[in-house]
């Protein structure tokens, strides 16, 4: 698709998907576009549960949102934003190349382990970043490496990253400017909200309170 085609497309998506009401159920894995971030654990002692939202943003400019940046989970606030403003990330997205580098989609955690997924959605296109590395760092005394992980024995975690290839490097700065332009739909006043992220049959939604 031309990329000067996709704008008006985007725009065209949201007008269709505003609505007075606010829906029982938003399509997440399953939306025909949407951006996400959300949490998981697949340990083998954890708990079965659904995942937790961190983030997720629709077309119509409907933003649901966690305090927990790194787990997701209630309480929850959703707001609203200009549908523009969504559109015009996904149109960014598209002109930066994002959707076009297949190297993105390959998971980088190991077996057994919790993880966040960014997922992007423009219509056929998409991006589904999955890693652990945010999780494996949060304690300032491991790393993340392209095979695999573990502790820093003393050695700085940069002085580590910098002998990565250069492939690796890559993912970890588009993982980053991801979650910040994500970060950056979050409206600056909120609701909160009583719905909750619902994994069936693989497909993850988020339900509305009732």
């Known amino acids: 698709m031309p990329r000067s085609a996709l704008a008006p497309l985007l725009l065209g998506l949201c007008a269709a998907t505003l609505s ?6 938003r399509p997440i894995t399953a939306a025909e576009s949407v ?15 659904d995942p937790g939202l961190i983030l997720a943003a629709w077309p119509d400019g409907r933003v ?3 305090g927990n940046r790194l787990r997701g989970g209630a309480p929850y606030r959703a707001g609203q934003v200009e549908p523009k403003k969504v ?30 997924t960014v997922l992007v ?12 590395h945010e999780l494996f760092e949060e304690s300032g005394r491991h790393v993340a490496l392209e095979r695999g992980a573990g502790p820093l024995d003393g050695q700085r975690r940069l002085d580590v990253l910098r002998k990565e290839p250069a492939d690796y490097l890559f993912y970890r700065l588009i993982w980053s400017e ?16 009583d719905g909750k992220p619902v994994m069936k049959a693989g497909e993850l939604s988020w339900h509305a309170a009732m």
């Open 35 to 49: 951006l996400a971030v959300y949490y998981q654990d697949h340990g083998l002692r954890s708990p079965a549960k």
């Open 121 to 132: 959605k423009a219509g056929k296109r998409q991006v589904e970043m999955q890693s652990w």
């Open 20 to 25: 007075a009401d606010e829906p029982a159920t």
């Open 178 to 193: 991801m979650r910040g332009k994500l970060s950056d739909l979050i409206p600056a006043e909120g609701t909160p909200t």
């Open 87 to 116: 559109a015009a990330l996904l149109a960014r997205f598209e002109n930066d190349g994002l959707f076009a580098d297949e190297k993105l989609n390959q998971a980088r955690f190991g077996p057994d382990s919790e993880f966040i």
């Open 64 to 66: 649901i949102w966690s």
